[in-house]
């Protein structure tokens, strides 16, 4: 059982960066893989990057590959994704998500925070 609080959403001007958090309780943290998903109203929850229990296999979607790192602090419980360059298509809510073995469907994932609104302006 893993919990998971998203924050650092926000309004920021295309071609801008943000940060956000994913804090995280519970036990047996740092067994879980950590992903970041988004979904915009009307599509579908689109994988964006996920990283393993010690960090060092971390790995992204297409659609936000060269823009976005995704960053592991297993003090803190926390999992961070910087996103970089940021489009008009990035905004939607963003939902971090825990899992045993990874993967990049949502379904791969069993537990899930209520997400951070990000909104890119142009």
């Known amino acids: 059982q893993v919990q998971l609080v998203e924050s650092g959403g926000g309004l920021v001007q295309a071609g801008g960066s943000l940060r956000l958090s994913c804090a995280t309780s519970?036990?047996?943290?740092?067994?879980?893989?950590i992903g970041w998903f988004r979904e915009a109203p009307g599509k579908e929850r689109e994988f964006v990057a996920a990283v393993n229990w010690s960090g060092s296999r971390p790995y992204y979607g297409d659609s936000v590959k060269g823009r976005v790192t995704i960053s592991r602090d297993n003090g803190k419980n926390t999992v961070y994704l910087q996103m970089n360059s940021l489009k008009p298509e990035d905004a939607a809510v963003y939902y971090c998500?825990?899992?045993?073995?990874?993967?990049?469907?949502?379904?791969?994932?069993?537990?899930w925070g209520q997400g951070t609104q990000v909104t890119v302006s142009s």
């Open positions: 519970g036990r047996s943290f740092s067994i879980y893989v």
């Open positions: 998500a825990a899992s045993r073995a990874g993967g990049t469907s949502r379904y791969d994932y069993a537990y």
